[in-house]
């Protein structure tokens, strides 16, 4: 036998008096809205006072009882009162308990001043500065722990990453260099061309890519790419709590996760750089040769002997620091992640942006203390 449906009632049993019957659970509470709009024939009326009785309840929960109080709640805001006839002691009690909460009036959030603002933002740049030192004090510790065990060191994972950061990563930069190269060699040749300086290409073509363009273009592709996935990964491993389940078994997360990493971005960075050196230094040399009659031979023969090697050392060194730089701050983002899908996605884009950044800051620092220094 199929069981009836639960409803909610409230009958008009004389003025100003009303009887509640039925189920009022979260399960029967679906047209409990449009029956308790008869309370509202009241509002207008000139009864002072309303009587509900509850003697016929058969069930009733929070949520019914939330329901029933928003709606007694505007009757007493017009200054009518109301009572409670006939109620099982231990739903009046219910009834009484919300009737306290809703009556609260909401907090009203702080108004801050613009100076508290900016005050309370530098707080926060503050202790996250603090908390990200703090992090790679204790990767540095780790890696001290570890060094003298090179049986303790994660060779399969190192490898893993280095495939994954460097040798996948080499269609995009080489790509993403060779074109750069096409448009520093073209613009420049639209420059010199008017001044008879053709030759002149070279020098600008080699000192830009090798010194500037390679190192900076290879970071960013980098922190964008591999930076991501970094803190996508070591996110999701905390949401899913592996990162729990590692500290409870006895595997440090810094060994098994950041270690790897920042070995293998290290190597892998300043070898991207190389690479992406010779990539942009072919597309000078393909454009310069079709703008200014430049051939392969004349261009390789001027750039060995005008471009040094301390400029393509200071490209690789600077490729070093950025690795660095770029997987610290993936997985450190990736750590910082709340138990929640939404903040793996925030810390993720955070490591990008962070990464980005910082490395263009880098990368300015080092030109200033490089002109300082006449290197």
Same mark, same amino acid.
């Given at each position: 036998?199929q069981?009836?449906?639960?409803s909610a009632?409230i009958? #008009?049993?004389?003025?100003?008096?009303?009887?509640?019957?039925?189920?009022w659970?979260?399960?029967?509470i679906a047209?409990?809205?449009q029956?308790?709009?008869i309370?509202?024939q009241?509002e207008?009326?000139g009864i002072?006072?309303?009587?509900?009785?509850?003697?016929h309840l058969?069930k009733l929960d929070?949520?019914?009882v939330? &329901?029933?109080?928003?709606?007694?709640?505007k009757?007493?805001?017009?200054?009518?009162?109301?009572r409670?006839l006939?109620?099982?002691?231990?739903y009046?009690k219910l009834?009484?308990?919300?009737?306290?909460?809703?009556?609260?009036?909401?907090?009203a959030?702080a108004?801050?001043?613009?100076?508290?603002?900016?005050?309370?933002?530098?707080? @926060?740049?503050?202790i996250? @500065?603090? @908390?990200?030192l703090?992090f790679?004090?204790?990767?540095?510790? =780790?890696?001290?722990?570890?060094?003298?065990?090179?049986q303790?060191?994660?060779w399969?994972?190192?490898?893993?990453?280095?495939? &994954?950061?460097?040798?996948?990563?080499?269609?995009?930069?080489g790509m993403t260099?060779?074109l750069?190269?096409i448009v520093? @060699?073209y613009q420049g040749?639209?420059?010199?061309?008017?001044?008879?300086?053709?030759?002149?290409?070279?020098?600008?073509?080699?000192?830009s890519m090798l010194?500037?363009?390679?190192?900076l273009?290879?970071?960013?592709?980098?922190?964008?790419?591999?930076g991501? =996935?970094?803190a996508?990964?070591i996110g999701?491993?905390?949401?899913?709590?592996?990162?729990?389940?590692?500290?409870?078994?006895? &595997?440090t997360p810094?060994?098994?996760?950041v270690?790897?990493k920042? &070995?293998?971005?290290?190597v892998?960075?300043p070898?991207l750089?190389v690479?992406s050196?010779?990539?942009?230094v072919?597309?000078?040399?393909?454009? =310069?040769?079709?703008?200014?009659?430049?051939?392969?031979h004349?261009?390789i023969?001027?750039?060995?002997?005008?471009?040094?090697?301390?400029?393509?050392?200071?490209g690789?060194?600077?490729? =070093?620091?950025?690795?660095?730089?770029?997987?610290m701050?993936?997985?450190?983002?990736?750590?910082?992640?709340?138990?929640n899908?939404?903040?793996v996605?925030r810390?993720?884009?955070?490591s990008?942006?962070?990464?980005?950044?910082?490395?263009?800051?880098?990368?300015? #620092?080092?030109?200033?203390v490089?002109s300082?220094?006449d290197l």
């Open positions: 036998m069981t009836p449906p639960l009632n009958t #008009l049993a004389a003025p100003g008096q009303f009887n509640l019957s039925g189920s659970t979260a399960r029967a047209a409990t809205e029956k308790l709009a309370l509202e009241v207008a009326s002072a006072e309303i009587v509900l009785d509850g003697s058969e929070s949520v019914g939330w &329901i029933l109080q928003r709606q007694l709640k009757i007493r805001d017009s200054g009518k009162t109301v409670l006939g109620w099982p002691v231990h009046q009834m009484e308990l919300v009737e306290k909460e809703i009556a609260k009036p909401l907090l959030e108004h801050q001043s613009r100076l508290e603002k900016v005050g309370r933002r530098a707080e @926060a740049t503050w996250g @500065a603090y @908390a990200f703090s790679i004090g204790e990767s540095a510790l =780790a890696l001290l722990r570890i060094a003298a065990f090179p303790h060191w994660r399969r994972m190192v490898m893993s990453n280095i495939q &994954i950061a460097g040798f996948d990563a080499l269609p995009i930069i260099s060779f750069l190269g520093v @060699a040749a639209d420059q010199l061309k008017h001044y008879g300086a053709n030759i002149f290409v070279v020098e600008l073509v080699g000192y010194r500037e363009f390679s190192p273009i290879t970071a960013i592709i980098i922190a964008g790419r591999s991501s =996935a970094y996508a990964q999701t491993m905390v949401v899913t709590e592996e990162i729990d389940a590692m500290r409870t078994i006895g &595997i810094i060994d098994l996760l270690l790897p920042v &070995i293998a971005l290290i892998v960075l070898l750089t690479f050196d010779i990539t942009g072919l597309g000078g040399m393909i454009m =310069a040769r079709s703008q200014l009659d430049i051939n392969f004349e261009f023969l001027r750039f060995g002997n005008e471009v040094h090697l301390p400029t393509f050392l200071v690789v060194g600077k490729a =070093a620091v950025f690795a660095f730089v770029i997987a701050i993936g997985c450190y983002q990736g750590f910082q992640t709340k138990a899908a939404d903040s996605g810390q993720t884009t955070r990008v942006v962070q990464s980005i950044f910082i490395v263009i800051v880098l990368d300015a #620092l080092f030109s200033v490089l300082i220094l």
